[in-house]
């Protein structure tokens, strides 16, 4: 009679963890593309304040420039490239905002700049209508220099 040799097999308890890694590597990717985008300027304690992003739109906006000597210039005057006073500022976004109510109104201030400056713009803005007013900041890293006066 012929035997049959039994061979025992033994249970493998291990776990196959390349799923894990693909899984781990795809997730690495996604932080690492998703992180420079949250991550933009200067870190900062801002004050509590319930603002939103204004929505693109196809109308160029009412821009408000504040130079470091405290100069405004508006880019809808008769003449953008010349200063003007915090009241013109104010009738024109009044027209502005007569002629387009949805014209989107941002103030652009220079790095140097005095902060109450850039503070007046946006009160004068308000005063002539607009309800919303954005802050223009600069995105480019290679503009930001040396990190001194940020």
């Keep these: 009679m012929a035997r049959r040799t039994r061979r025992s097999r033994r249970m493998l308890a291990e776990i ?42 196809d109308e160029p906006p009412l821009l408000i420039t504040v130079n470091r000597d405290g100069e405004y210039f508006v880019n809808k005057s008769d003449n953008p490239e010349a200063p003007v006073s915090l009241t013109t500022v104010t009738e024109l976004v009044a027209a502005t905002r007569s002629v387009d109510p949805e014209t989107p109104i941002l103030v652009k201030g220079d790095r140097a700049s005095n902060y109450e400056y850039v503070m007046r713009a946006m009160v004068a803005a308000q ?19 040396d990190g001194e006066g940020q």
Excluded: C, H, R
């Design 16 to 57: 196959n963890v390349v799923p894990y890694i693909d899984v781990m590597l795809v997730l690495l990717v996604i932080f690492m593309v998703t992180a420079p985008m949250l991550q933009q300027g200067v870190e900062v304690e801002p004050p509590q304040a319930a603002a939103s992003p204004l929505e693109e739109t």
């Design 127 to 145: 005063q002539g209508g607009a309800a919303k007013v954005g802050l223009v900041t600069d995105s480019d890293p290679a503009s930001q220099g």
